[in-house]
């Protein structure tokens, strides 16, 4: 790709706030509210309209990994197909789909792919595919080769069979539920509900469904040779009790079933789910969420691969025949010859994770390290970053920009186009990080913090957490970050943490503050409020949905789904719903930049334009024009001549409403300055008023 190449996404947003006369607002209230979502009708939301699009010519996410004899196979979102001789050098196909692609399998002679809408597609090379007729519309999860026929499953009980790829018929499983998982031991097909339910067939014409079910949340199986081995999550088990952990069982027949291990007492970051499990001849690997890799030579005893814990979420793992290749969510593509040590093969990941302002433009950070900037959240440009590392968050301090990601990478640049590469002195991936006003506080995975008072020399501390930590922020006197497990833990200096007791297992994926309380968000509709970041609430949603990110505008509080569902709260109690963001696929962060609100997925990026500010109905006038400039000790003020000549006074806000700064009684002066030694570089907001007009301007303060 061009590294120069500018994207147009074209971004529109439009909103009209209407307010009763009578209605009282600070000044920052209503220049934060103007930028918001949707604006106050009543007591509701208006209705709002967001469009967007993307700075990456494409993207999709990868699914499914398969061996097919001579070549590897990756499927994916948006009918993704790639090929790969090795795993080094890929090739994307022509799939002549956009569904979304789960499974692909070799049966000697032909690749057969299943996915979304009852969707097969077949090739004898990887290079030409064609669509076969299925006779079903429903989501299929999986296909397997079974010795004289290929069988394919997937949701409200589909089973399909057939015995060259060509024609497929549709069978009778005697159940509803949702298939995952399936695999074929010499004798019989088995077949996995994400439930735990086990169905068997000798012949894939009849099925039977076992008496012992895995109750939990199931999603692989596979045929030792000896036994089956399916792993999954079972609930309130651990030291602690409530914590939904991974499990492994064992099966000499598919019919009696034993634990054989779990891993919440060892291992408590590991609370999601393994993805896939393969067998190799000699022993089993299985890979899962939070970059989990695990192997066995006989399914009992197991242990955790050391060196990749820190890749997130993989989903499917192969066996060559001399080496393992694992793929996960976001493209990352791992291999191994021995299931322990693992080597990251070249991968497309791609895929937005953090935007920040930065006095005058949005910079985006994405995996495969890409880096874009944009003046007007319209037009973005891809710069050159200097790494192929996942970069996860970036931040402005006010006077540089600073990226962390995969592997303790810590990027730092003045203007978002020059980038330099800083030691962090770790290998864990760092997921955050958080300007506090005088000092960089970065988390990620493990017990592991950095802080930084230049960007350049990081000091490294122990937050107590077991696990990945999420998303961190700070008020004027404590540091939080929250992550995995319902963990929380804060700091008041980011040295020293305490691990807090939220009182959850639930994941939190995001946290802020708003000037008066916390606020996390997070997995199953969970929302955490807290005044101090020690004592937490738990409030409800009235939603089941998973929150990604949570941000706070000045006026109200608001979070988004991974669905792009937009959630609303003025005081972090009770909630409503609006949304959701248009046509979006999954959302990962919103947040506010003190100007403009901006909401971005994976690929898209959504945002509202600042002159929105002008159709307001209020006394503000924040069209009229303020001019500043900036010296070491000073900031300059020119006034508008709609306010020369009245008794004036001026003051800095904080962007959480914090009165920094006063100057009072300010006579008739066309300009003046305002002392700011004492302020640390940041964003705020300067108001000016007198007896009958006020008038608002953000600003950076930067030396």
């Known amino acids: 790709m061009n590294r120069l190449e500018t994207f147009n996404i074209g971004v529109v947003f439009a909103l009209t706030l209407d307010l009763p006369d009578e209605v009282e607002m600070s000044w920052f209230k209503t220049l934060l509210l103007v930028c918001v979502l949707a604006g106050l009708a009543g007591n509701g939301f208006a209705q709002n309209v967001w469009t967007g699009g993307t700075p990456y010519k494409s993207y999709a996410d990868l699914y499914s990994i398969a061996w097919v004899g001579n070549q590897i196979v990756v499927v994916g979102d948006k009918g993704e197909i790639s090929t790969s001789p090795d795993g080094l050098d890929w090739t994307k196909r022509n799939s002549g789909t956009t569904k979304f692609l789960t499974s692909a399998v070799w049966k000697g002679d032909l690749i057969t792919v299943v996915g979304d809408s009852g969707t097969i597609l077949t090739s004898p090379d990887g290079i030409v595919w064609t669509k076969r007729t299925s006779g079903t519309s429903d989501f299929l999860t999986t296909v397997i080769w079974a010795d004289s026929q290929l069988v394919a499953v997937g949701t409200k009980g589909t089973i399909l069979t057939s015995p060259d790829g060509l024609d497929w018929t549709k069978r009778t499983s005697g159940t509803s539920e949702d298939f995952y998982s399936a695999t074929w031991t010499g004798n019989q097909v088995v077949v996995l509900a994400i439930s735990g339910s086990i169905l068997t067939s000798s012949n894939g014409i009849l099925w039977n469904k076992g008496t012992q079910s895995l109750s939990g949340d199931f999603r692989s199986i596979t045929w030792m040779g000896n036994q089956l081995v399916a792993a999954g999550v079972l609930s309130g088990v651990g030291s602690s009790g409530g914590i939904d952990t991974v499990a492994i069982f064992i099966s000499p027949d598919g019919i009696t079933w034993m634990r054989s291990f779990t891993w919440a007492n060892q291992y408590p970051e590991l609370n999601q789910v393994f993805s896939s499990i393969v067998w190799t001849g000699s022993q089993v690997v299985a890979v899962g969420s939070y970059g989990a890799i695990v192997t066995s030579p006989d ?244 939603t089941i949905a998973t929150f990604s990110s949570v941000t706070w505008t000045g006026i109200r509080l608001l979070a988004v789904t991974d669905h792009g569902e937009l959630f609303f709260s003025t005081d972090g109690i009770e909630w409503g719903q609006r949304g959701p963001l248009g046509d979006v696929a999954s959302m990962r962060e919103i947040i506010w930049t003190g100007g403009h609100l901006v909401a971005f997925g994976n690929d898209s990026i959504f945002t509202s334009p600042q002159d929105s500010v002008l159709k307001t109905k209020s006394s503000i006038h924040t069209q009229d024009f303020i001019v500043l400039r900036q010296t070491q000790s000073f900031l300059f003020v020119s006034l508008p001549n709609s306010i020369q000549g009245h008794k004036t006074c001026a003051s800095i806000y904080s962007t959480y409403g914090h009165k920094v700064l006063e100057v009072d009684d300010i006579k008739s002066k066309e300009s003046f300055a305002i002392p700011t030694t004492n302020i640390s570089n940041g964003q705020y907001f300067l108001e000016i008023k007198d007896t009958n007009r006020r008038i608002t301007h953000p600003f950076w303060l930067m030396r």
């Open 299 to 542: 399914g009992r005893i197991w242990t955790l691969s050391g060196n990749d814990r820190s890749h997130n979420h993989f989903i499917s793992v192969i066996w060559t025949g001399n080496q393992f290749v694992a793929l996960g969510l976001d493209g990352v593509i791992l291999a191994s010859s021995d299931g322990t040590v693992w080597t990251r093969r070249a991968s497309g990941e791609r895929g937005l994770t953090s935007i920040t302002w930065a006095d005058s433009q949005y910079i985006a950070v994405g995996r495969g390290g890409d880096v874009f900037t944009s003046k007007n959240g319209v037009a973005w440009t891809i710069q050159t970053s200097g790494t192929s590392e996942a970069l996860f968050a970036v931040t402005w301090t006010g006077d540089q920009l600073v990226a962390v990601g995969r592997d303790g990478t810590i990027l730092t640049s003045p203007d978002g186009i020059i980038w330099t590469s800083r030691s962090s002195g770790i290998t864990q991936d760092l997921t955050s990080i958080v300007w506090t006003g005088n000092q960089l506080v970065a988390t990620g995975w493990g017990d592991t913090a950095l802080t930084s008072h230049d960007g350049i020399n990081w000091t490294k501390s122990l937050t107590g957490a077991r696990t990945i930590l999420n998303s961190t922020t700070s008020s004027d006197s404590q540091i939080v970050a929250v992550g995995a497990i319902g963990t929380i833990s804060s700091s008041l200096d980011g040295l020293h943490w305490t691990k807090r007791n939220s009182g959850i297992t639930e994941e939190l994926h995001s946290v802020t503050w708003t000037g008066n309380q916390f606020v996390a968000v997070g997995y199953n509709g969970t929302i955490l409020t807290s005044p101090d970041g020690i004592t937490w609430a738990k409030r409800s949603s009235g």
